[in-house]
């Protein structure tokens, strides 16, 4: 991996720990196609991981993968996902797909104008199960040109630039007691 996977280990209040495997996956600078294949080893690299850590069945352990994987599942003319594989993977629940379709965007980009999800917080199935609740998407810093969204903003945030971020990242309360 040439952005290595951030592993932290939180202990938990009541005892146990939370571990989160923290990532940035490649840009689709370049194209989507052609920067495809290093997230795709990106992703299975993660899997691998956390396979090592905890076993064939990992989802059984609290855990979360997080972090911009710059790529979204949708096909479209610039190509196929390379996250696929990970997001979808049966010891996970990407939570943002909870939400209603149109409101599963973490990224606007202007160009195409096109709204989709590069953030990802996936957690493993069975913090998913003990936690069922929505997460919130924070899109405050999102520039005002990402006109989906109509709430309030940063100050300082513009059409263009200043902006906080072109990502909003994605949060949910964990409960850690059963």
Known sequence: ?????????????????????VNHFKSMLGGRDETRPKRE????????????RFGPDAGEHPFAVLGD??????????????????VRWKQL????????????????WARGRAYHQLD??????????????N???????????AERYQGERFVGVGRDNPKAS??????IEIATEG
């Not at 072109?166 to 949060?171: E, R």
Request: glycine letters at 4%; proline letters at 7%; one cysteine or more.
């Open 41 to 52: 080893r990106q992703a299975r690299a993660v899997m691998e991981i956390i396979t090592e």
């Open 69 to 86: 994987l710059n790529d979204y599942l949708e096909e479209d003319k610039q190509g196929t996902t390379g996250i696929a594989e990970l």
């Open 1 to 21: 991996m040439s952005r290595d996977c951030l592993e932290l280990d939180l202990p938990l209040p009541e005892e146990g720990v939370l571990t989160l495997f």
């Open 135 to 145: 997460p919130e998407i924070m899109r405050k810093g999102a520039p005002l040109r």
């Open 93 to 108: 629940e990407n939570v943002v797909e909870r939400l209603p379709e149109e409101e599963r965007w973490t990224h606007f």
């Open 120 to 133: 990802y917080l996936l957690l493993s199935r069975s913090l998913a199960e003990a936690n069922p609740a």
């Open 166 to 171: 072109d990502h909003c990242p994605v949060l």
